[in-house]
């Protein structure tokens, strides 16, 4: 759905307590449109529910390693 919509270079979906993060390329997110934000999430969040799993649905930019990443704590080193 977003590879055929959105066309993006890169394309993550990652699975948090808090949400459905869905990462893209920095001109994929830039040409997602604001006002199909909203039909989008609803329609993945949809498949997402199918399998049991029900949390908002965010966008992101894509980062390399940020799997890795913990809330609060400095990346820098």
Known sequence: M???ELTPKTVRCR?????ICIELDEAALQALPV????DLSARIADLFA???VRHPIRFQAYRMGSA???PGV???G
Do not use: C, D, M, Q
């Not at 699975?15 to 949400?19: F, G, K, M, S």
């Not at 006002?35 to 909203?38: H, K, M, R, S, V």
């Open 15 to 19: 699975v948090r307590r808090e949400a």
């Open 2 to 4: 977003l590879r055929r």
């Open 68 to 70: 890795f990443l913990r």
């Open 74 to 76: 400095n990346s820098n």
């Open 35 to 38: 006002a199909g934000e909203a």
């Open 50 to 52: 199918r399998i049991g």
